[in-house]
């Protein structure tokens, strides 16, 4: 499966909060290269290091990847429609984005409602968002992530507000919709489920890379010791 991106020798660090202190390491990765058709769970105990990878990977993929960050991050005053949308503004002109903010189109409307429906956020489409729960918020940003149509999707938690079953039926949702994924996140045996590789973070670097039909659970178990 071809190369969409490799890393190889790669710090991740923050800034220290002390003047004139080295920056602070969060995830050293050795070598870890990304494939088309790989759909990658990121596993690990809070602060292992996923969102930052995730960032980084996004960086590195730039306009080929849909990114659903781990806050839904919508705009509290703007109808769900509208926060879908905005998934989109860079394939639109300046016209038809302004437009559409005050009178959307027929087109954009069927092609929204379209979207939402299998999201089960299709009644709420004219709902201002800051009206919506924690579980309506993140289908709502996974809508938008997946209106940006990209080959990758990089997911940060998309489904942590989600029941088990509905988590699960919105995972293979998005795995059908994009040929490469990236997805944190924090139920283990659902990435197992749903995903052909996992990559276990913790003590600030990668501790295994292996296709899931390779781990024992006993591996995923230490991860969380
Ligand atoms: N913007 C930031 N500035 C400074 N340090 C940060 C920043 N973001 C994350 N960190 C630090 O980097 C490390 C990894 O954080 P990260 O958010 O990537 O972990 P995570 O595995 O995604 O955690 P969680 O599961 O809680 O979301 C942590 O020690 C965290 O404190």
Known sequence: ?????????CRLAYPSDRKN???????AVDELTLREGDRVALLGRSGAGKSTLLRHLRDGLADSASWCPQ????????????NIFAGALERHSGFANLKNL???????????ATLAQPLGIRELLWTK?????????QRVAIARALYQRK?????????????????RDILDLLSRRHGTSVIAMHNASLA???????I????????????????DPDTIERLYR
């Open 1 to 9: 499966m071809a190369v969409l991106l490799e890393l190889r020798d």
């Open 192 to 198: 197992l489920e749903v995903c052909n590789r996992v």
């Open 71 to 82: 806050q839904a991050a919508l705009v509290p005053q703007l109808k769900v429609f509208h």
């Open 200 to 215: 276990g973070l913790g003590d600030q670097r990668v501790l295994f890379d292996s296709p899931v039909d390779q781990l």
């Open 151 to 167: 080959p990758v999707l990089l997911a940060d938690e998309p489904v942590s507000a989600l029941d088990r079953r509905q988590g």
């Open 102 to 112: 005050l009178l959307p189109s027929p087109r954009f409307r069927e092609e929204i």
């Open 129 to 137: 968002a800051e009206e919506l729960s924690g579980g309506q918020k």
């Open 21 to 27: 202190q080295p920056d602070r390491l969060a995830l």
